[in-house]
């Protein structure tokens, strides 16, 4: 049974930074590829970014981009969340996703969700 758990939220002043993590468990989690997805209050989950199994491929949300960097540690079968220069905007659950059915695919799995709060 695959399992997902994050860690890492909480809450920032704005400017400031956050990782967040992602242990899976009861998968090959080197083959699969891995994503963040936010849902802030009153609106519906958006995508935030994706990496490939060996990480050679990655893409992020434009509204993220030079801001937040997705990574996995295979040997650790966790997915990370580095999130920089953070905004009130950036206030949100999190929640990280696999992707069985492929990178093209819609998320298969999802973690319990973790908050971050970002004070302006």
């Known amino acids: 049974q695959v399992q997902l758990v994050e860690s890492g939220g909480g809450l920032v002043q704005a400017g400031g930074s956050l990782r967040l993590s992602c242990a899976a468990s009861g998968l090959t989690f080197s083959l699969y590829p891995m994503g963040w997805f936010r849902q802030a209050p009153g609106k519906e989950r958006e995508f935030v970014a994706q990496?490939?199994?060996?990480?050679?491929?990655?893409r992020d949300a434009d509204s993220v981009k030079g801001r937040f960097t997705i990574s996995r540690d295979n040997a650790r079968n966790t997915v990370y969340l580095q999130m920089n220069s953070l905004k009130h905007e950036d206030t949100a659950v999190y929640y990280c996703?696999?992707?069985?059915?492929?990178?093209?695919?819609?998320?298969?799995?999802w973690g319990q969700g973790n908050q971050v709060t970002v004070s302006s």
């Open positions: 990496i490939s199994g060996s990480s050679t491929s990655t």
């Open positions: 996703a696999l992707y069985r059915a492929g990178w093209s695919r819609p998320p298969s799995d």
